[in-house]
Nanobody, 126 residues
């Protein structure tokens, strides 16, 4: 099992930046494909980004490509989501998730992931 704790959310003006962190405890962090999802009020949870166990495969949703960057630090058991050029439509609760084993084909689907953090709120004002 793995426990995930997100941090780094907050209120930022449009065009600003935030870096989210997801600290993992339990099984070795490098055993999991790690993903970031977000959920805005009244909307379904949507895929943001994912990184493979090796860090060699990285995926982004089209809506964040070129603005967000995902990275992992195995020594710290932490995955990061650097968010730049933030827009009001990025406002959501952001969740970290872990999927055991190699990168699943449906890395973009919330149902693929086995473990979830509690989420951290990101609010972008216009």
């Amino acid at each position: 099992q793995v426990q995930l704790v997100e941090s780094g959310g907050g209120l930022v003006q449009a065009g600003g930046s935030l870096r989210l962190s997801c600290a993992a405890s339990g099984r070795t962090f490098s055993s999991y494909t790690m993903g970031w999802f977000r959920q805005a009020p009244g909307k379904e949870r949507e895929f943001v980004s994912a990184i493979s166990r090796s860090g060699l495969q990285i995926f982004y949703a089209d809506s964040v490509k070129g603005r967000f960057g995902i990275s992992g630090d195995n020594a710290k058991n932490t995955v990061y989501l650097q968010m730049n050029s933030l827009k009001p439509e990025d406002t959501a609760v952001y969740f970290c998730a872990a999927a055991a084993g190699r990168t699943p084909p449906a890395y973009y689907s919330p149902t693929t992931y086995d473990y979830w953090g509690q989420g951290t709120q990101v609010t972008v004002s216009s």
